[in-house]
């Protein structure tokens, strides 16, 4: 919705590329998690590489967007596109708690393109949104290996 938001907005060509990648990686992600459930049920682990690898990307492209949303200058989509990367690195810290590596790099990959550019957004305040940015990401950090340390094996 958001890369959705960004095209009407801006009237750019990028978040065409952003919902093209989104939908490509949607696509492969699904396929992926289908064949690690038949694979479980015939008591394997199936390609849970593959299944990282496309959810790392989708956090790549997720976080230029949002950086995208954010150098537009466009105070609405900098403020979706903020709620939309603390919404991902909140659900991210317990969803994937028991992966933490991969964790902090979706939490990276995802904050990091959006931390950029706040800090050179045109838009008025951004820059103090992108210094506290780095505050959040490492507390998230901080709590999500916290409790992966006091969760039994």
Request: glycine content about 12%.
């Amino acid at each position: 919705m958001l890369a959705v938001g960004a095209t009407v907005v801006t009237g750019d060509r990028w978040p065409y590329a952003w919902m093209a990648a989104d939908l490509i990686l949607f696509a492969v992600r699904f396929l992926l998690m289908r064949e690690c459930e038949r694979t479980r049920k015939r008591g394997g682990t199936g390609p849970l590489a593959g299944l990282m690898a496309a959810g790392g990307s989708w956090s790549v492209i997720f976080g230029l967007g949002c950086y995208g949303c954010v150098v537009s200058g466009d105070m609405a989509l900098a403020v979706l596109a903020a709620l939309n990367v603390a919404g991902v690195v909140g659900v991210v810290s317990s969803r994937n708690a028991a992966t933490p590596r991969y964790a902090i790099f979706v939490m990276l990959a995802v904050s990091l393109p959006f931390l950029v550019g706040a800090l050179f957004s045109p838009a008025p305040g951004m820059s103090i949104v992108g210094f506290q940015v780095p505050f959040y990401v490492a507390g998230v950090i901080i709590v999500l290996l916290k409790i992966m340390r006091s969760t039994p094996a």
